[in-house]
């Protein structure tokens, strides 16, 4: 069975181009615009990863990713941060939220593809 995963993104273009990489290497994939409504999305069905930026409204990447780390069905969920910052403060706060990978913006589609790879479970 395909392995499914969360794309969160305020940019429609970046989350197709992410959907379409993902979908190619055999992925499912639900998408969300940004932090809140991706939590809406973990609601007991099976999300094998999620891919999330940091800057977006409503609630951002890190906070999503606290929130989530809090949900026990998905605590141990990995989470891919694909954003443009690449500070190492910001990895850090990404990385103490409970984010276990870190992929900056612009990307290749066979970097993701390899990092999901590596990540999903």
Sequence with gaps: MAKTILVI????S???VVKITLTGAGYNVIE??????A???????Q????????????MNGIEFVKATKKLPSYKFMPILML?????????E????????????K??????LVAAVGKLCV
Excluded: H, Y
């Design 9 to 12: 993104d305020d940019s429609v």
């Design 14 to 16: 970046l989350r197709q």
């Design 32 to 37: 969300a615009g940004d932090g809140q409504a």
């Design 39 to 45: 939590l809406a999305l973990l609601d007991g069905r």
């Design 47 to 58: 999300v094998n990863m999620a891919v999330c930026d940091i800057n977006m409204p409503v």
């Design 83 to 91: 954003t443009t910052e690449n500070q190492d403060a910001k990895k």
């Design 93 to 104: 706060e990404g990385k103490a939220a409970g984010a276990k990978a870190w992929m900056v």
């Design 106 to 111: 612009p990307f290749s589609p066979s970097q």
